[in-house]
């Protein structure tokens, strides 16, 4: 193996450079670079410059390709399969007679549009043929992955399609992929399960209330809070801060008590002010908040 001093500084993001330099880049630093100048779509805010030009130089000056020597094989696998990707992507514009559906999803995917407003106008024109793949692309998981064709923006795409679409097939997957507790496209389902209303709060309230309580519930909560101003929501929650084992997860707790806040009766409020002395000391900021505002 190469002597690690004749390459200084290199660490866990110099290795990911050179794993995206491979499966992006053609393994070429020069067209690596000339994206990252331009600013194209997919760069990373933790690949610098200053950093993919000292790995060029080091390659330069050993005459040798760096993942060769510093790649470990699960990279080297990770990498591979990302090229795949991007073949059999491409392989759908060489069927002559080419399945519209496939070439849109393939259109969504390879996009280099800060945001691909056609490729979801098309998808949406195909209507219910779209969903299906729709869904199997919010499903898979490496297309959350910066590495993979899409750098990891093609479910935030997927999801806006399918909040246009408005198929209810597309509630579960939208709340399923927030389990991939990814800050970059959580935002994007969670504003699209709001774009079903009715439909999207019914099915989030029965995941709020199910036991036994898991991720699942907080997820739930968090994304119903971003529908608009709801009762019903807020009656769900101060039904179920009466629960002791609702009341036991300190953090879904005070979620439960943010969803108050859209409480109308006097009893229902009378009924939330009294719940304080049972809640967890850490949900009591959130509590006089709420109370305040009733």
């Not at 106008?121 to 869904?135: E, F, G, R, Y």
């Not at 005070?254 to 108050?260: E, H, I, P």
């Not at 009924?271 to 959130?286: G, H, I, R, S, Y």
């Amino acid at each position: 193996m190469m002597d690690q001093l004749s390459i200084p500084s290199v660490d866990t993001i110099d290795i990911e450079i050179l794993m995206h330099r491979d499966a992006h880049f053609s393994g070429n630093f020069s067209i690596m670079l000339e994206y990252y100048e331009n600013e194209g779509v997919g760069t990373l805010p933790d690949f610098s410059i200053k950093r993919i030009k000292n790995l060029l130089k080091h390659e330069e000056t050993l005459g040798e390709n760096l993942s060769e020597k510093l790649l470990p094989d699960s990279a080297k696998h990770a990498v591979e399969k990302a090229k795949k990707t991007y073949i059999e992507l491409r392989k759908v514009y060489e069927d002559k007679k080419p399945n519209p559906v496939a070439m849109a999803i393939s259109d969504l995917i390879l996009t280099e549009d800060e945001y691909p407003e056609k490729e979801i106008k098309q998808l949406v024109s195909l209507q219910k043929d779209s969903v299906k793949p729709l869904i199997e692309l919010l499903k898979t998981d490496t297309f959350y992955d910066p590495l993979y064709p899409g750098y990891g923006r093609s479910p935030l795409f997927a999801a806006d399609a399918l909040g246009d679409l408005q198929d209810e097939k597309a509630i579960p997957a939208l709340f399923e992929a927030l389990s991939q507790d990814n800050f970059f496209t959580d935002e994007a389902m969670i504003q699209n399960l709001a774009k079903f209303k009715k439909k999207g709060e019914e099915f989030l309230l029965k995941r709020l209330c199910a036991k036994p309580i898991s991720r699942d519930n907080e997820r739930a909560i968090m994304a119903l809070i971003a529908f608009e101003k709801s009762p019903s929501l807020s009656i769900a929650c101060l039904h179920l801060l009466e629960d002791e084992d609702f009341r036991a997860d300190q953090l879904l707790c005070s979620y439960l008590v943010l969803g108050c806040a859209n409480l109308q009766e006097k009893e229902d409020i009378k009924l939330f002010k009294e719940l304080k002395q049972k809640l967890p000391k850490k949900a009591f900021l959130e509590f006089d908040l709420i109370a305040k505002s009733l």
